[in-house]
């Protein structure tokens, strides 16, 4: 036994992440092998025996290359053989190994390791025990006993238990893919055989793709490969350039990544543009040669164009995976309430899944308390021109790549300045729509002529958003009801050529039905209809008008195809006010138990085959009390002024979208 000047608390202190994960040891002994010029590593393994179909007792295991061996001749070359540690190129993927530790992993799963390796055709055996790691045992051995003609075999004496049959046939493949499919790539002359069966990339590689690019008469080969999960060794996102001999020359990070390495890729550019070529210590940074040559300007050409590449190449991942981050988003609870953002819901929804896009770390790896950060910013930003300093936090916290800056900067101007005008101006139009139906209800000279269809359901009929923007509009003209009904069946229930088994010939004044599919967890979409009757300004609602309503509720609930525990209605009466008899103010009071008295709700029932609830309500509140508070809060925040009380403009000249067709038709 001869002593090595490494001590055992040195190293067993180092070596306890491989008793966590044991693949690891393996792992180690394969970059070895590739660290000595190896093409090819055998993976061998067996159990002892079977016992009713289970194998019993430690498995046999053996780790054999076909690189250059190792010269044993002397003390010094055997403490640098134990001490695995190389003097690493950081541009380059070899030699891997760096810490000096690789070699004394065995002591994670085995009693002993023991070499058996060739070097210009003498053969040597070194052997190293758990019990005395710091020490051991050295002999040369003829060929015969080698039984090998070249290269370097490891063969371990196993002692743990937890290298089964699963370690072997699952999880050692698959940790062995994470470390090498990469490297596999880079050297397609390289395999790892498992009981000699290669190792499968298929594995791991989710797409690949092949470019071919011209630089001036330069040809460049591009293979791009995107991963199905993140690699080992931060190879998540590298850009690898091979010379025309196909070897190595350098590799980069892609920075297509930064910090998030949400999609895992490997490049492999091949080119005599990099025939020799040696990146200095600054462009391995990612900075600019002061050396300007040819080959540099060649190189620098060749980086932009495989990043352009890349990027078209991550371009339907990203934008796949985006499809759902609203949704990811909303399950952390991190978007900013509905009061915050100035805009549609689906436009700042369509501005983070663009941003996610552009600049996918901005979400990715990063606590919930940033990504909520982040949100406000870009939701302040829908309503103010301080865009710079909104993108210098982010920038600051997410240190974004000067392409990554100047795409978001882009999306994000196009992106609130757009939207901020079209807001304004929905907001605008919405508020001039309420004082349209104010003026025909309210006006002295024009409220008396005031029609249900002719005027106010001409209104509605494009600004049916009064009483839900969720809702498709079914039938917006008088009919009979056993039409309407076929008419919903057919075209929002796709029923065929559906016939009611309605017989009521009684026709709507106005029939305005949406409904909105609300997902359940039975998995039976939920569907809600609703009726609205209007009633021209001059008629007081009052009992009459509620009979009226009730019958519309019962001729429909009449028909199978507008029952059942999915399907729910909302008959809406609306008139400008209540008659003075105090008949709808007790059918308020009698349903109050089921609250939204302050609706006008009258009546409802929940039963298996009948959902539906019927309101009685007067134009002031719907239009006072709760449209045009919130529009007018919009028009705050936004600090917008209405048209009509611009310098230049007077109230007959600005309302103008509806009253026209209502002084024509009078």
Known sequence: MKPITITNKSILSILEQYKKKHELVIVEYVWNAFDAGANRVDINYGFPQKINGLVTGYPSLEIAD????WDMSDSKNIESFLDSSKKKISYKSTPHGSR???????????????????????CYSLKLQKASISQYELSEISNDEAKQNKGTKAIFDIDNEKLTETFFEDSLPKELLKHFAWFL?????????????????DGIVEREKEEESLLGDKKMRVKLIQWKEPLADKENSKIYFIGSDGEEVFKLPSG??????VFAHSAYATSEIFDNYIPSEMEVEGQASLLDTDQKRLVTQAKNEIRKLLENFRKPYIEKISNNIIDKLKEERVMP??????VPEEDFNELVRQTYVIAPELFTNVSATNKKMTLQLLASLMGTNERNLILKTVDEIYKLTEDQKRKLEDLLNRTSLGNVVDTISEIDHRLQTLDDLETLIYDPEKYRDTKEVKHLQKILDNEFWVFGEEYRMVSSTEGKIKKVIEKYAQELLSSGDYKTEADSKREMELFLSKQKRTPQSNGISKIHNIIVELKRPEIKLGRKEVDQIKDYKEAILKDSVCKGENMEWTFILIGKDYSQD????SYIESAKNHGESSRGLIMLESSRERQYKIYVRRWPEVIQNELRPQYEYLKQKLQMK??????????????TRHLPEFLDQS
């Open 642 to 655: 209405l048209k009509y009380n611009s310098e230049n403009e007077t109230p007959d000249e600005t309302t």
């Open 256 to 261: 297509l990544n930064n910090k998030s390495d």
């Open 582 to 585: 105090g008949e709808i103010s």
């Open 337 to 342: 309430t509905a009061d915050a953002v100035l």
């Open 100 to 122: 000096g530790i690789g070699r004394f992993s065995f002591y994670a799963i085995a009693n002993t390791v023991k070499w058996i390796t060739v070097f210009q055709g003498k």
């Open 185 to 201: 790539c880079l050297y397609p002359n390289k395999n790892i055989y498992i009981n000699g069966t290669a190792l499968k990339l």
């Open 66 to 69: 076909d690189g250059d061996g």
